[in-house]
């Protein structure tokens, strides 16, 4: 399965500098295309690969106290106009399914290949007056995954809940150690018209603090959830396989300091 997401990031963070007090308001654009490859091995008992490619582009511009344009004659150490592009971490998973009764259950473990690029301690670094980069696109570190399923059918309705987690047991040769993520999810898929589907879905996720050498630091990802709900529209389109595009609105952010804010998550995604 094949898929494209993309939107727009807002992300304010105030920050003292030479110049003053300066509030730095910086957008992202992110686009990340994900595959995953999927293989029976026997009834019940399948293998996965993940892996996947992300474009982050920043712009920045800054603010006075009383949030008016200002231009920094020699720039910033903290945040720059850039444009980011390599491979996000992959994942190799062992998946496990079950009919009981009228349910379907499923379960999956595995861990995650530390392919995504990292950085050094940002905030090391700027504690010493030192240019420094804050995105990156991987843990550093191999992360055990796990995750559950259920589903069954009531009439023409499909309902699937999952749960997954990936926690993270230790820190990267940076020092870096994100914080463990836990996903859960709810959707309920009814045919349309034409071969057409709807589904309409509920996501909840929330990632603890990162820590740096051992410490949680003052800015970063100081912890944040995440409650979305979804709406997907998707077509089989025969020995081609079928797509789905799917818009996610989040109801619901709790974050921790200066974190992002994103209105929207547009995807496309094609299975086989």
């Not at 727009?8 to 992110?30: K, R």
């Not at 996947?52 to 720059?80: A, E, K, M, N, Y």
């Not at 079950?98 to 861990?111: C, I, M």
């Not at 912890?223 to 997907?232: A, F, K, P, Q």
Request: proline fraction near 4%.
């Amino acid at each position: 399965m094949a898929g494209v997401l993309g939107g727009t990031l807002t992300h304010t963070e105030h920050v003292a500098t030479d110049e003053g007090d300066i509030w730095h308001v910086q957008d992202f654009t992110t686009g990340q295309i994900g595959v995953t490859a999927a293989r029976g091995l026997r009834p019940g008992l399948g293998l996965e690969l993940v892996a996947g490619f992300r474009q982050v582009t920043s712009r920045v511009h800054f603010l006075t106290p009383d949030r008016l344009p200002v231009v920094l004659p020699h720039g910033s150490i903290h945040h720059r106009n850039e444009t980011l592009i390599g491979s996000t971490d992959a994942a190799v998973l062992l998946h496990a399914a079950k009919k009981v009764g009228t349910w379907s259950l499923a379960g999956r473990a595995g861990v995650s290949l530390p392919l995504g690029s990292t950085v050094v301690n940002p905030f090391a670094l700027g504690r010493l007056g030192l240019p420094h980069e804050h995105i990156q696109f991987g843990t550093g570190t191999f992360d055990p995954l796990i995750g559950l399923a259920a589903g069954r059918r009531f009439g023409q309705f499909a309902l699937v809940a999952s749960v997954d987690s990936r926690a993270v047991v230790y820190a990267n040769h940076y020092g870096y150690r994100a914080g463990d993520r836990f996903h859960g999810s709810g959707s309920l898929t009814h045919p349309i018209r034409r071969g057409w589907t709807a589904t309409l879905g509920v996501d909840v996720i929330r990632e603890n603090s990162e820590t740096w050498d051992g410490k949680r630091e003052t800015e970063g990802n100081l912890g944040r959830t995440d409650g979305l709900v979804s709406l997907s529209v998707g077509r089989p389109l025969g020995r081609s396989g079928g797509w789905t595009m799917t818009a996610q609105v989040p109801f619901l952010t709790r974050a921790v300091g200066a974190q992002i804010h994103y209105p929207l998550i547009l995807s496309l995604g094609w299975v086989r």
